[in-house]
């Protein structure tokens, strides 16, 4: 009850049963999952066995054919140590399963957060947008971390969902086109009906959201 997640998501639980004269932005930032890989027992329970854990898939090689500087900011240990130390103090299957266990922690809170929405009287007409802001390698490039180039860094969960009420959008479906995070801010100016602002680097999602494929 006490961490940080947990208390911002009562917080939201709260506005969500309030009642608002206007329409309102409700912005729930989450820390986990995040170093250090802090999570509440229950969360590390779900994952029983170390031996069951599964390691990403790495190759041995995988950094002979890039030059010297990406090697040295592959092995660097710029946020989170080193896979070197990792691997030799035997931790490799624990610090993945700290992150899983921090990604079910978060992960619970969200369904906290989702359930009170879906009993609120703002569930028929509340647009809901998620997203990460960066990746997070585990052992992949022999990199522990973000800041790099690869996909394990630069990619991120975006999920939205439109209001139930909202019968001109398509549910449940996958878009392939790649899209940036700069795109938010035009996508949710669009979606609140505001007036355009220009000198955005970002482009709205919308025709993607009404069109996924």
């Excluded at 660097?76 to 266990?101: C, D, F, M």
């Excluded at 790649?178 to 035009?186: K, M, R, W």
């Amino acid at each position: 009850e006490e961490m940080g997640d947990t208390r911002i998501t009562d917080w939201a639980m709260v506005q969500l049963k309030s009642t608002h004269e206007k329409p309102f932005f409700l912005g729930v930032g989450y820390y986990r999952p995040h170093i250090p890989l802090f999570a509440p027992r229950q969360d590390f329970d779900v994952y029983p066995g170390i031996e069951d854990i599964q390691l990403p898939r790495i190759l041995s090689n995988d950094l002979e054919d890039i030059g010297a500087s990406g090697k040295d900011w592959a092995l660097g240990p710029i946020t989170a140590g080193s896979h070197q130390i990792v691997e030799e103090s035997n931790q490799w299957k624990e610090a993945v399963r700290a992150y899983l266990a921090c990604v079910t922690y978060v992960d619970r809170q969200l369904g906290r957060l989702l359930h009170q929405l879906e009993n609120s009287s703002h569930a028929k007409n509340t647009w809901i947008v998620l997203w990460s802001d960066h990746g997070w390698h585990l052992g992949e490039k022999q990199h522990w971390g973000k800041w790099t180039g690869w996909r394990e860094s630069t990619r991120v969960p975006l999920i939205m969902v439109p209001p139930l009420e909202n019968l001109d959008v398509i549910r449940g479906k996958h878009c392939d086109e790649p899209v940036s995070l700069l795109d938010l801010y035009p996508t949710i100016v669009e979606i609140c009906q505001l007036p355009k602002k220009n000198g955005l680097s970002g482009i709205s999602l919308m025709p993607l959201v009404k069109a996924p494929d």
